[in-house]
Antibody, heavy 122, light 109 residues
């Protein structure tokens, strides 16, 4: 059974870089069938897609965050990572990683990690 | 950017009743729409993909329909565990972007 687990600091200072890692277990991140994605949810609000990466390193990002986001993959560790620069309080959210299915049909996320709360505060 | 608008914002029903949730896209998304359920303190769970396909392990009381700009998630007979927030989600081809609706809260009446 595929499982994903987010890890990283729960508190980040304004203007600094948020860094999170998602560890995939129960399956290979190098599967040719899937992308791997990051989604976030501010407290009490809805879901926002941040971006997704293929095992080869190909990425695509939410245009509204693209200038601050970098997603990378480490196939040797079965992990992918998120970096979000120049954070503000508006970046405070629960950050989820998920397997991203798609291609010739629609796209969807399944399964999801449990999520990790990142608070931006001095 | 394709905007997804969900209605109603809140739906109050009783167990055993039928729930009908709507998701409208600002332009056609073909059948490329997914639905998720989220309970408090939990990650979203995929219910439906490609508008009408139930995800693995999802009960038959959940069904999805629609194409183009108008989509519906129907729960045929509400169970106590179905009261949650529901989101729709789409992918546009150009620019390649994924967006979610703002959610519908299904609450016990």
């Amino acid at each position: 059974q595929l499982q994903l687990q987010e890890s990283g600091p729960g508190l980040v200072k304004p203007s600094e870089t948020l860094s999170l890692t998602c560890t995939v277990s129960g399956g290979s991140i190098s599967s040719s069938s899937y992308y791997w994605g990051w989604i976030r949810q501010p407290p009490g609000k809805g879901l926002e897609w941040i971006g997704s990466i293929y095992y080869s390193g190909s990425t695509y990002y939410n245009p509204s965050l693209k200038s601050r986001v970098t997603i990378s993959v480490d196939t040797s560790k079965n992990q992918f990572s998120l970096k979000l620069s120049s954070v503000t309080a508006a970046d405070t959210a629960v950050y989820y990683c998920a397997r991203h299915s798609g291609g010739n049909s629609g796209d969807w996320f399944d399964p999801w990690g449990q999520g990790t709360l990142v608070t931006v505060s001095s | 950017e394709i905007v997804l608008t969900q209605s109603p914002a809140t739906l109050s029903l009783s167990p055993g009743e039928r729930a009908t949730l709507s998701c409208r896209a600002s332009q056609s998304v073909s059948s490329y729409l997914a639905w998720y359920q989220q309970k408090p303190g939990q990650a979203p769970r995929l219910l439906i993909y490609d508008a009408s396909n139930r995800a693995t392990g999802i009960p038959a009381r959940f069904s999805g329909s629609g194409s183009g700009t108008d989509f519906t998630l129907t729960i045929s007979s509400l169970e106590p565990e179905d009261f949650a927030v529901y989101y729709c989600q789409q992918r546009s081809n150009w620019p390649p972007e994924i967006t979610f609706g703002q959610g519908t809260r299904l609450e016990i009446k």
